[in-house]
C-alpha cells in the first residue's frame, strides 16, 4: 500500500473540471426553480374541486415517486425521440430533473398545505377571496415555511442526482471526472475532487436556503 | 325585510339533526345574542349566515340575497356579512396592516394608498393604531382578536357574525374586546354573537336568543330574558352558567 496522491497531474484538466461544474450550477438552478414551480402547481391540482385534475396530478406523482430517476431519465433521452419529441441531452437531463424534483416537492408542499388550520381557508372565503386567492395569498408561504427543512433537502438530493445525468452524456460535473481519469488515469484524485466540488455545492445550496429563508419568512412565529 | 332572514332552515351532519327548522329575524343595528349549551347547534346556525354550512331545508337571506352553496354568490354576499372567529385566525405571516388590507386589494380592488388609509382608520377605532407593522405573533390574544375585528370592518359589513370571539381569550383580555363590540353597537353595526359572556348579552345586547336541541326554544328582549326565563331549560341553563 503505497499509492502516491498526484493532485499536480490533475491541473492541466482544471477547464474539464470548470466546465462540468458550471453545467452541474445550470442544471441545479433551473431544476430547482423549475421544480418547485411544478411541485406547487401539482400540489395545488391536488386540492382541486376538478376531480380530473386531481387524479392526474395524484397520477403523476406517484409515477415519479416509485420508478428510479435514472429510468425517468433513459425513458425522456431515449423513449421520447420516438414519439417524435427530439431532445438534446441537456434538456433531456434538465427536464428529467424538473419532472423528478416537481413529483417529490408536489408531495412535501401538499403536507405543508394540509396542515393549515381549516381556519386560515374560513377566514379567506368570509373575506370574499376566491379559493384561488386563499390558496396564493394566504396558505401557501406558511406551508413552504412548515415544510421548508424538507423542501431544501430534496432539492439537495436532486442536485447530487444530476451526477446520474452524466449517463446520457451531459458534460456536468460527474461526468468530467470520467473524462478526467480516462485521459489521466488519476481516478482516485478525480472522483476525490468531483465529490469534494459536490459537497462544497451542497453546503452552498444549503447557506442560500438559509438566506432565502431569512428575507421569506419574516413571521416570528409558526 | 330584515337585514337576516331564517326561515325553518334544517340542517343534517350526515344522520345527526343539529338544525330542526329555525326561524330567525334580526333587524339592522340589533345586536342579538345567541346563547345555549355546547351542541344546541348555534355555532352552526351562525355559519350558515354566511354559507359557511350548507343547510339542506329551509331559506337563509342576508341582505336581500339567499345564501346558497355557490362561489360566486357567497362572495358576493361577503360583502354584506363579516365573521370573526373563537381563534381569530389571523393570517401569521402577514403583517397586522397587511391582514387588515388584504381583502380591501385583492377583492375590493382598492390601491394600496386607500388600504392603508382605511386599515390605520380601522386600527385605530379598535385601539391598535401602533401595531400597524407588527405580526400577529407578538400580539396579546385580545389584541389579535381585535385586529380581526378591523380586518372583517374593512369589507364594511352590514352585519357582523362573531362566533363565540372571546373564549379563547385569558379572562382580563376579554373586556377589551367587549368594549370594541360596544362602540360598533353605538356607531350601528349589526351584530349577532355566539357569546358565553351573560353580562355583555345582558347588558348591550338588544335581543337574546337561547338554543336548545337544534331549536330556537326561548328568545325575547336581553333584560327580560335573564330577568324572568319562561322555560325550564333556559332557567336551568342560566343557573348553571350564573
Known amino acids: 500500500m503505497s499509492y502516491q496522491l498526484d493532485f499536480s497531474g490533475l491541473v492541466p484538466y482544471l477547464p474539464q473540471f470548470a466546465a462540468g461544474l458550471w453545467t452541474t450550477i445550470e442544471l441545479t438552478v433551473i431544476s430547482t426553480l423549475g421544480g418547485l414551480l411544478l411541485g406547487t402547481l401539482c400540489a395545488q391540482g391536488r386540492i382541486s374541486k376538478d376531480a380530473w385534475l386531481r387524479r392526474s396530478c395524484s397520477c403523476y406523482i406517484e409515477i415519479i415517486r416509485n420508478t428510479p430517476f435514472i429510468v425517468q431519465l433513459f425513458f425522456i433521452f431515449f423513449g421520447l425521440p420516438a414519439l417524435g419529441i427530439k431532445l438534446s441531452a441537456w434538456q433531456a437531463g434538465m427536464l428529467a430533473m424538473i419532472i423528478n424534483l416537481g413529483a417529490y416537492s408536489a408531495e412535501i408542499i401538499r403536507a405543508g398545505i394540509d396542515a393549515a388550520p381549516k381556519g386560515q381557508w374560513e377566514a379567506g372565503q368570509t373575506l370574499g377571496l376566491t379559493r384561488r386567492q386563499v390558496f396564493w395569498h394566504i396558505i401557501l408561504l406558511p406551508a413552504y415555511q412548515r415544510v421548508y427543512p424538507a423542501l431544501v433537502s430534496q432539492c439537495i438530493i436532486v442536485m447530487l442526482g444530476s451526477a446520474v445525468v452524466s449517463q446520457i452524456s451531459v458534460e456536468e460535473l460527474t461526468f468530467s471526472a470520467n473524462f478526467v481519469q480516462s485521459r489521466s488515469f488519476l481516478s482516485f484524485e478525480s472522483y476525490m475532487v468531483a465529490a469534494l466540488v459536490y459537497l462544497l455545492l451542497a453546503i452552498l445550496m444549503r447557506q442560500t436556503f438559509a438566506l432565502i429563508k431569512r428575507f421569506a419568512f419574516k413571521n416570528p412565529s409558526l | ?242
Open chain 2, 1 to 242: 325585510m330584515s337585514l337576516v332572514s331564517l326561515d325553518q332552515v334544517h340542517k343534517y351532519y350526515g344522520e345527526n339533526h343539529v338544525l330542526k327548522g329555525v326561524d330567525l329575524k334580526v333587524e339592522a343595528g340589533e345586536v342579538v345574542s345567541i346563547i345555549g349549551r355546547s351542541g344546541s347547534g348555534k355555532s352552526t346556525l351562525l355559519r350558515c349566515m354566511n354559507g359557511l354550512e350548507e343547510y339542506q331545508k329551509g331559506a337563509v337571506i342576508v341582505d336581500n340575497q339567499s345564501v346558497e352553496n355557490d362561489d360566486y354568490k357567497l362572495r358576493l354576499l361577503s360583502r354584506s356579512v363579516g365573521m370573526v372567529f373563537q381563534n381569530f385566525n389571523l393570517f401569521p405571516h402577514m403583517t397586522v396592516g397587511e391582514n387588515v388590507m388584504l381583502a380591501t386589494k385583492l377583492v375590493m380592488k382598492k390601491s394600496s394608498a386607500d388600504s392603508e388609509i382605511l386599515a390605520k382608520e380601522l386600527l385605530e377605532k379598535v385601539g391598535l393604531a401602533d401595531k400597524f407593522s407588527a405580526y400577529p405573533g407578538n400580539l396579546s390574544g385580545g389584541q389579535q382578536q381585535r385586529v380581526a375585528i378591523a380586518r372583517s370592518l374593512a369589507m364594511s359589513p352590514k352585519v357582523l357574525l362573531c362566533d363565540e370571539i372571546t373564549s379563547a381569550l385569558d379572562p382580563e383580555l376579554v373586556g377589551e374586546v367587549l368594549k370594541v363590540l360596544e362602540k360598533l353597537k353605538q356607531e350601528g353595526m349589526t351584530l349577532i354573537l355566539v357569546t358565553h359572556e351573560m353580562n355583555f348579552a345582558r347588558d348591550v345586547g338588544d335581543r337574546v336568543v337561547f338554543m336548545n336541541q337544534g331549536r330556537v326554544w326561548e328568545t325575547g328582549q336581553s333584560d327580560e330574558v335573564f330577568s324572568n326565563p319562561q322555560t325550564e331549560e333556559l332557567q336551568s341553563f342560566l343557573a348553571a352558567v350564573r
